[in-house]
């Protein structure tokens, strides 16, 4: 360990939580600062969140990291005597996501420098360098008060997340879809709630699509932290009928018609789409990204299960009425929300439909067919994406900044 500490140029802390931020900022992040830091050890630390689907670990363990640990595992990791050869003057902790309480945390137990990729700058006078993914986020920095050299606007992150590993071509080849058949992708998220009451409402919307749309094909291209064991109970309770032998390959969407279950290429899929139906998440910002329509799906029937921020979030839902409270408060909250897909926050327009609420499968059904029936709203939502998605970079000009930190230590 002593001369393997020796070899290392820079020893870095990255913290991050739900498998939006590992898929989206991590891994585009990481790639990036091992082209430029070989010699770079980095530890990717899963940080405690309301928001978490419980693979994060699993995630991040294919992120790039050297290593990947949540919080009781890194105190462990740092008492450890070996440890202690590294240089702290070669450390630094980069907060790409969780609560930054525990990356300030984190960064004095260290002895590193916080750097934070935000939005607004949080805990400023323990964060040495924030950078910024957009006009309005540096703006927030300076009205601040937050010097100049202490932040930087980069971009968006996600954006570097759309990497596709195929052509539209070779994907089609490997799903069988024809070349000539218009494609469906129903997004139904990452956590548990969503993909679980996702599957149940998006077969019913797909399988009205389908019957409208001569010659449609309908994809359900899942998350990687999904778990089929889940999956498959969810769609056994909704009566839906799976095709597969150790894994689910294809759902019925009724009318004797089936959608394809697609696992490791999802950003593939979406690439070979002319609509997507998503629930909220990085993967709006991904189909924006691939100048792909959506819309967003956000049903709020189960909404008691779903995270709250604060106090809220961690009172026990067993507790006589918690959940009809937390229920109203979400769906208060939904009501004075004017934008939840990211790409429309950012722009602050409402460039994809969002339906939210209460409502029946038909209600997303019909706008669907009304857009797939319609080239030209189509082609004026993928204009409205490439205009606001088409700046990339962002992760390489982050990973630049480390680049010459670590050269700066290594003097």
Known sequence: MAERAKEISLDMYVTANSPGEISGWVVPVLREIRAKLWQCRITLVILPCQYASGEELSLGARSGADRCVGLKSLSKLLSDPEEKKFDVKKRLLLHLGGDMFFSVCLSKKIGAPLWAYSPRPRWKFFVDRYFAPDDAAAERFKKAGVKPEKFHRIGNIALD?????????????????????????????????????????????????????????????????????????????????????????????????????????????????????????????????????????????????????????NIPLWLPGVRAIKKALIVRKNERTSFVSLPNKIARRMIAPEIRGFFEPKVVARMAIGLLESPEKLKEMSRAFWELTHERGAAALLAGHVEKFAKEVMR
């Not at 100048?291 to 909404?303: K, Q, T």
């Open 161 to 313: 997340s759309v990497h596709l590993i195929e052509t539209e071509e070779e994907t089609r080849e490997f799903l069988g879809l024809p070349s000539d058949a218009p494609v469906l992708s129903c997004l139904t998220g990452s956590r548990p709630i969503e993909y679980t009451e996702g599957i149940r409402l998006f077969a019913a919307v797909a399988g009205m699509v389908a019957e409208k749309i001569p010659n449609l094909r309908v994809l359900f291209p899942l998350a990687p932290t999904v778990r089929e064991d889940l999956l498959q109970t969810a769609l056994a309770i909704a009566g839906i009928a799976w095709f597969g032998e150790a894994r689910v390959r294809e759902i019925d969407i009724g009318g004797g018609r089936r959608a394809t279950v697609v696992r490791d290429r999802t950003l593939e899929a979406l690439n070979c789409s002319k609509l997507a139906i998503a629930v909220p998440g990085t993967n709006n910002l991904q189909a924006a990204a691939l100048y792909l329509p959506y819309i967003m799906a956000l049903p709020l029937d189960r909404a008691d299960e779903f995270p709250l921020d604060g106090l809220a979030g």
